[in-house]
């Protein structure tokens, strides 16, 4: 029997560590419910003390609401005590207008893909 | 923006469609709320864009009567959704704690919880093209929302 | 199959989810009416199977709605869907024309509708684990099905 | 601005003549409300009198209830008149459990793919 991937209420949070940079794919959908399972993930993998840049990848993010910019912005606080950087990566327009709104991207940097993500750290 | 208690006037205008969603206040329902909305507002011929706007909308608005309007209680959230032929009408009930002041909750980064960043109604500002709450602390909360859509081609 | 007038009783149980539905009896809202349950439905991990039989139980029984119940008129459709640990349980409501002889209607092929083929309660007998109709005739139909679900694991 | 396909609510035909076989291609889940655009096209592909057989692919059609195996029936039926056969490819298990208890499959054959389908008319 084929189960069925629940993403459309599920978060999937994969990552990679390349150098020190922790790069976190993330898939679905970011809102009070799913940001749980995000959190959890990512400070998982952030316990890592290498970690001093992160690559969120957010190509396959097909929605962020306000809970869920309050989650990378909690993850940034991290990074930004580790004195790393954080940077963003395929944004779909709408996320890329609510992390504008919030100010998230003041902070956080864009990228167009993984590869020139890790090339400017 | 001002908090008038009357709707904008659609004396008169019949909508094409209507469908009302009543659940409990629980997180995974959220996503429930956005996605239903969005299945009914794609009876029209929308942008990808514009779907993802309504769905961030809905879920602001259901997420704020989960956290705020029922906090550490449960109850029921009522969401009316009615398609125009050029407007969607979304609006979200709940009997929970209601607000004291509208004005205050209206300001971007004001909240009454300190966990949060107090944007989801700037969120549903930025996203709809109207937005007026009515509330009575102890009653409870309603939220209508309003985006234009471009009149239903005819084929 | 009885047409008993009482749903199996579940005295002492609380639903784990709760969701209505309540829309107008157009056409498009069948398709809805079916991914706004199966939305519902998959908070659970079911298969793609068992998601795929009550999307059709949901179709054939909001369709009647339509159809039958309101025939040429137009009205209301309520869905009522509780979500169980070992259940899921949708009722389809309309307040339309109703069923005369319920037992007839419940066998294949019987069909009050000569561009029909009667089929559609018999679809809903094979995909769900339970049926009950209760009906009056100028009243409207509730139309009770039940489905057994795995119990949740919980992580 | 892309304009998303609403495939969920709206079935997809698309046809090819093959010899005297006609190939039909249905996307989308075959409803009451569906159904009518699907008995549309079919029947403008079936005006073409050359039309023998039909192969009905449902390999991405994810839903037929009760109203869409009436129209399937309807389509049988002038196939029927003309001799033919009709061949349903590709059906997943539910769509092939209410063809089955229909009587559907009575009638009209099954066929692993679009290929050997073909290769029995
Ligand atoms: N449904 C509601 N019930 C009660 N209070 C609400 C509701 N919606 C909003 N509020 C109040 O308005 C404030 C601002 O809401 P919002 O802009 O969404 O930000 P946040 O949810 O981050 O606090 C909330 O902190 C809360 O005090
Ligand atoms: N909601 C309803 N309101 C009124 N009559 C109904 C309703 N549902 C079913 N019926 C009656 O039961 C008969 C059998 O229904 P069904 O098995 O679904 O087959 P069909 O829809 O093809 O007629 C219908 O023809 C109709 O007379």
Do not use: C
Request: glycine content about 6%.
């Amino acid at each position: 029997m084929i189960r069925r991937r629940k993403e459309d209420e599920r978060v999937h949070v994969a990552a990679e560590l390349v150098g020190n940079t922790l790069v976190i794919r993330l898939q679905g959908e970011l809102d009070m419910h799913t940001v749980e399972e995000f959190k959890h993930e990512a400070e998982r993998y952030l316990m890592d003390k290498r970690v001093k840049n992160l690559v969120l990848v957010l190509s396959k993010t097909s929605l962020i609401d306000s809970s869920g910019v309050g989650a990378i912005l909690g993850r940034y606080r991290t990074i930004k005590e580790r004195g790393g950087t954080m940077i963003a990566v395929g944004l779909r327009p709408v996320v890329k207008r609510i992390l504008k709104l919030s100010g998230v991207l003041n902070v956080v940097e864009t990228a167009e893909s993984e590869r020139r993500a890790l090339a400017r750290l | 923006m001002q908090a008038v208690p009357q709707d904008k006037s659609r004396a008169g205008r019949i909508p094409e469609n209507e469908v009302q969603l009543l659940f409990t206040s629980k997180p995974e329902n959220v996503g429930f709320a956005r996605t239903a909305v969005a299945l009914v507002a794609s009876q029209r011929d929308l942008t990808v864009d514009q779907l993802d706007e309504i769905k961030v909308a809905v879920s602001e608005a259901v997420s704020n009567a989960v956290i705020h309007g029922y906090r550490d209680t449960s109850g029921m959230i009522q969401v009316d959704v009615k398609l125009y032929e050029d407007e969607l009408e979304v609006v979200v009930t709940d009997k929970g704690t209601g607000i004291e002041d509208i004005e205050w909750a209206m300001q971007p980064t004001n909240t009454t919880d300190k966990s949060r960043m107090g944007l989801g109604l700037s969120v549903i500002k930025e996203f709809m093209d109207d937005l007026t709450i009515t509330s009575r602390p102890g009653a409870g909360t309603r939220v209508y929302m309003a985006k234009k859509l471009a009149p239903a081609s005819r084929p």
